[in-house]
């Protein structure tokens, strides 16, 4: 397993942004996920090892964007117009798998301790 360390949550009024980052070293498939009080853990975004290949779920396209700086070790999403419905804590997560898009939360390995974003209306 990788150790993988957020940041960058926070509370903010619905439109506005913010952007997560994720530190993670290796050569892994990333992802990023998302839970609400009481639901389960959703997809959101992944990206592949070179940063070529990127998927999001359908209620995030368009205003959400994941990127990764390997030279850096850091995979970043960044969110704009968010919505109250965006509220969650964000988690990251590395995958060995190959990529494949659209990929469910047992398909990766490790995971972060998530970072709490807050959208208010």
């Known amino acids: 397993q990788v150790q993988l360390v957020e940041s960058g949550g926070g509370l903010v009024q619905a439109g506005g942004s913010l952007r997560l980052s994720c530190a993670a070293s290796?050569?892994?498939?990333m992802g990023w996920f998302r839970q609400a009080p009481g639901k389960e853990r959703d997809f959101v975004a992944t990206?592949?090892?070179?940063?070529?290949?990127?998927y999001y779920a359908d209620s995030v396209k368009g205003r959400f964007t994941i990127s990764r700086d390997n030279a850096k070790n850091t995979v970043v999403l960044q969110m704009n117009s968010l919505k109250p419905e965006d509220t969650a804590v964000y988690y990251c997560?590395?995958?060995?798998?190959?990529?494949?898009?659209?990929?469910?939360?047992?398909?990766?390995?490790?995971w972060g301790q998530g970072t709490q974003v807050t959208v208010s209306s």
């Open positions: 990206i592949n090892w070179s940063g070529g290949m990127t």
């Open positions: 290796g050569r892994y498939v």
């Open positions: 997560a590395a995958s060995r798998r190959y990529y494949s898009g659209s990929m469910s939360a047992s398909d990766f390995d490790s």
